[in-house]
């Protein structure tokens, strides 16, 4: 699978929105990506995942840019509650023996101030 | 809601001593893994099934570790004998078959 790379430590104030970049210049056409979080404490939580076009969900939207190198990861409106380490992943599309396997990196540690 | 279930939460244990980490998965999932997380490594994959069947376990030190899915409901995660270096956050994780993983709230490991 391709490897992300990803600031590790960012702050962002509460009400405002948290732009997380990660870099995946070496992905293949057939990976997705994936953003998961972790709290202190909890186990790692999804967030959402995307191909090549932009994604959102209740909780956050994923840019991926058009050759896919790079993509970020947005809270529209950060809470005290999004402190957490966020992970960029990319994984493996289609049944192969690493369909579904996720490996993690080191991810940033956002931390949103009041 | 559903969610993935693992028991014991916290596990103090003696160097050498058998320990057993208990999984159940969330219901109609057909993958499980199996990770281990420490302040220097970060979370590693250890373990992974499809359908009951292991796919990979290369990220699980092979003399000691062992995992296993006695039935759909259970995934367990032996480690005989325990070393100090086993002391970490062992998470379960299930999903559909997709990217998408729920994960439990971890078995916190402390071997002395």
Request: glycine share 8%; hydrophobic share 35%.
């Amino acid at each position: 699978d391709a490897k992300t790379t990803q600031p590790p430590s960012m702050d962002c104030a509460e009400g405002r929105a948290a732009n997380l970049p990660c870099n995946h210049s070496t992905i293949s056409g057939n990976e997705y990506v994936y953003w998961y979080r972790q709290i202190h404490s909890q186990g790692p939580q999804y967030i959402i995942h995307g191909l090549k076009n932009n994604e959102t969900n209740e909780m956050a939207s994923l840019i991926i840019t058009e050759d896919r190198k790079s993509s970020t990861l947005i809270l529209p409106h950060a809470t005290l509650r999004d402190t957490a380490v966020y992970y960029c992943i990319v994984r493996v599309a289609g049944k192969t023996d690493s369909w579904g396997k996720l490996q993690f990196g080191a991810g940033t540690q956002v931390v949103v101030t009041p | 809601d559903a969610r993935v279930t693992q028991t014991p939460r916290h596990k103090v244990t003696e160097m050498g001593q058998e320990v057993t980490m208990r999984c159940q998965p969330i219901l109609g999932h057909n993958t499980v893994f199996w990770y281990r997380q420490t302040m220097m490594q970060g979370l590693e994959l250890l373990a992974y099934f499809r359908n009951r069947a292991p796919l990979d376990d290369s990220g699980m030190p092979k003399d000691r570790f062992s995992a296993e899915m006695p039935d759909a409901t259970l995934a367990t995660l032996k480690i005989q004998p325990s070393e100090p270096r086993d002391s970490a956050v062992y998470f379960c994780a299930s999903g559909p078959g997709s990217g998408e993983l729920f994960f439990g709230e971890g078995s916190r490991l402390t071997v002395l």
